[in-house]
């Protein structure tokens, strides 16, 4: 391809993929916890949070916990899944879903993904369970919610545990119902690329009532410090496996002034996954496909993404944007294919459009506050980067 003539000389700043969102108040807030004396786990910020969180998604429990990852990790145990018990979920996610398992001595097992929304295909779960099956783990990729009425249905017929993955899912719902707030348990993100963020953090949504107790205990170093906190026991002492899952009120008073602004971050993010999809229509007709949201589902805007013919024209594209001044971005590279996926997991069935995929999305900058020119210039150099590859 022919850099500089067909896609044009790169004139201003490069556009980053991700730029971590500030509302502002972020640090008044952080010396007001300061000045409280009082910064480990179980402070008023993460009171505040945990009940932002709550009222959004109505669980019996909201706790606060350094990562989504470490969220997940409390879901396993509370799920009580141990050596040699299965999970189902998808290969496409992140690591953490699957590490979480793995820690336990429990064994992931991969089905396929649905093509027009990356997440998990119910239609495959009732083949994938055996007697070993504890739960399921579902991701709603970028807040496009899963199939979550199937999905319960198969948990409830079968007896196993719903967790829902919904690190990218703050103020998204299905059916006017929140994400998160469906399984037994579930788990956000508040990691600086999240939408709403605390450089790293995260939360356990515990929506079953009969595991509100233990996950208490779980976080907190296997102790119930929680209920010597609330003056229910005179002391504490160690009564189960745990550790410590708690949030320094540090962060969660950075993360309280996001969680208040929570619904002009979305709507921004809105704004330019709406243009995106708007200006970028065109190029349905060279092939190239868009994110499809399903009826019922309300998303975040956490992030748009292209699928584009084959991998090589998304190298070819990643390239082409990069000499443009956009950085780009692929997603998953499918868990089944990796070292550690081979070694700990296992598959059901084939991931055909798992491995077809996950070698074709490209994610395109998406924050809240991009502002309409850069949204124009992405989308310019995209229209550009398209013809030439396709040329
Ligand atoms: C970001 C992410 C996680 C991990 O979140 P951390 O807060 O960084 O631990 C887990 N699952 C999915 C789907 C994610 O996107």
Redesign the pocket.
Known sequence: MAAGTSLGPMTDRAIPFNRPYEVGSETLMIKEAVANGHLSGHGAFTKRCEEKLREMTGAKAVLLTP??????EMAVILAGIGPGDEVIMLSY?????ANAVALRGGVPVFVDIRPETMNIDERLLEQAITPRTAAIMV?H?GGVAARMTEVMEIGRSHGIFIIE?A??CVNTSLNGRELGSFGDLA?????E??NVQCG???ALVVNNPSLVARAEIVQDKGTNRSRFLRGEVDKYTWVDVGSSYLSSELAAAFLLTQLEAVDEITASRLRTWGAYNEKLRGLREQGIRQPEIPDGCHHNGHLYYLILPSEQHRESFIGNMTKLGVQTVFH?VPLHESPAGKRLARTSGKLTVTEDLSRRLVRLPIWAGLTEIETDRIVGAAIDSVADILD
Do not use: M, N, R
């Not at 990562?67 to 997940?72: N, Q, Y």
């Open positions: 990562s989504c990852s470490a969220a997940l996610t992140f690591v953490s879903t991701v990729y993955d690190a990218h788990t956000f993100s508040f990691h690329t999240k790293e953090g995260g998953y």
